[in-house]
């Protein structure tokens, strides 16, 4: 529960990347994949079970979130 608790924040603020809602959706369950598995390796939870919550609510934040709340500019694969 800890590694939630740290991904949130994280995912909310690095989820904003892209103009539409789908590449804010995909690079924020990419970010969120990744920070979950990292967070759940240094807590010493499951790397997949974080890597799952952490996708899940970075997509989310993603797809939740305006290109206007946060730019992080142009996604990498444009």
């Known amino acids: 529960m ?6 949130l ?3 909310l ?3 904003a990347c892209g103009e539409t809602k789908t590449d804010r959706g995909l690079s924020g369950a990419g970010i969120g994949a ?9 807590t010493g ?4 079970g974080g890597a799952a919550v952490g996708g899940a ?5 993603g797809v939740l979130t305006d290109e206007d ?6 996604p990498v694969w444009r």
């Open 34 to 42: 990744g920070v979950g598995a990292a967070t759940s390796a240094v």
């Open 45 to 48: 939870g499951s790397i997949l």
């Open 13 to 15: 603020l690095l989820a």
């Open 2 to 7: 800890r590694s939630l608790v740290l991904l």
């Open 69 to 74: 709340d946060v730019d992080l500019g142009k």
């Open 57 to 61: 609510a970075g997509g989310a934040a």
């Open 9 to 11: 924040p994280v995912a």
